[in-house]
Structure formats: C-alpha cells, structure tokens
C-alpha cells in the first residue's frame, strides 16, 4: 500500500532545498597586484559547476595606468593573441568586437582597492585559459588555467 507520509517528507524536503542537491556557488578569489600576476594560476572545477571569481586589485598605481579583470576564454584560443586584438579597445575592456565570441565569462576591470566579480556556470570537461586584458598583462603572465573535470 502507498504511504502518503512516505512519499511526502522527502518530497518536501527536495523542494525546500532547491532539489535532490541544492546548487552552491563556489567562490575563488584572485589576487591581483602590480607585478601583473594573479595569486592563482590553476582553478579545478566540476562540469556544471556554479563559480563565482573575485578579483581583488591591491597596488597603489591608478586605475587608468593599472587594472585587472578576469577573462574565461574558449579552448585552442592563444591568450596572447587574443590580448593583443583587445589592446585598443578600452571602451570594451580591451576585448576586441571580433573576439568577444571566444569569451565565456568576464568581470569588469579593477583598479587599485577594488574588486570585480563574474558568476557562470564551468563549462564540460576541459582546459580553459584565463586572462586579465589589461594590455601588456598577459605577456608578463598574468593568465591562468581553468581545469574542469
């Protein structure tokens, strides 16, 4: 026989919660300084997973002489080609119209003191490299990988 009670708690429970497993957003914070490198070079993530990546400028020069984002970009795209496209296109944070399809997800720029943040889904199994378009920061390394697996 069928028991409602049975049946119900757990479906109460499922709904409450968001589903059988309730998305949690993982938070990576990045560090950004002067010497144009991010304190993180290498994020692992799950296929489907909710990230949200911080990052934080510390340094004293001004925003328009130094600033940093973060670029997800698709795989096979070169970094540093893709930098020096964007590198007159300050109106776009230096990602040029023509490549804007390469990017899967984007913050804003930071200048000294600030933070910028983006919040997207990992994309399927793979390697995806990051990058800060600021020019001039992705030949001094100021890039990274994105492993999801």
Known sequence: MFSLRAFAAPLLLTLAFGGPVAAQTRTVELIATDDMKFSTTTIEARPGES???????????PKIAMAHNFVLLQPGTD???FANEGAMHRGSDFIAPGLAGRVIAKSTMAGAGETAEVTFTAPGPGSYPFVCTFPGHVVSG????????
């Open 51 to 61: 990230l949200r990546i911080v990052v934080k400028a510390s340094g004293q020069m």
């Open 79 to 81: 970094p540093a080609g």
């Open 142 to 149: 100021m890039q990274g990988t994105l492993v999801v697996r």
